[in-house]
């Protein structure tokens, strides 16, 4: 991956591998995610807020990935994303899973600003003026 926006070190941690001692594909996902929470606080976009009852958040709304090589239980590796996309009330990011030269999953995940209030279902939320222009310029000119 070309000017990664966040990069990380990552063990294969057991309860994440099977009994082969092999990594679950679910678990790759979770380091993809947990990568890009780290770079959204380091860049200061908050996670949860609560709001006059209402609870705005981050669900996924397209999740896509390929799986190139095994990775065991114990060994390291590096996730590196990039943020590719600023919608309305978006946010889309490329994730590479990798141990030393070696890609072991790459893809990318969409996820929406949405607001979940007691009423019912989620609605989208657009994007601050001011999230939007910090989000843009790491887009253009990266973090």
Known sequence: MD???HVEER???FSDSDAAGVVHFTALLRYAEDAEHRFLA????????????????????????????????GEE???????TRVGE???TFR???????????EGEMTA???????????????LSEDLRARLETILRHGS
């Open 3 to 5: 000017n990664p926006h």
């Open 11 to 13: 063990a294969v941690a």
């Open 95 to 105: 994730y590479r899973v990798a141990q030393l030269d070696t890609v072991v999953a």
């Open 77 to 83: 590796g590096t996730v590196a994303l990039r943020l």
């Open 89 to 91: 009330s978006s946010l």
């Open 42 to 73: 380091r860049v200061g976009v908050p996670l949860i807020l609560r709001e006059n009852g209402d609870i705005i958040g981050w669900p996924r709304v397209h999740a896509q990935f390929d799986f190139r090589a095994p990775v065991r239980f």
């Open 112 to 126: 929406v600003q949405a607001c979940i209030g007691p009423d019912g279902p989620g609605r989208s939320v657009p």
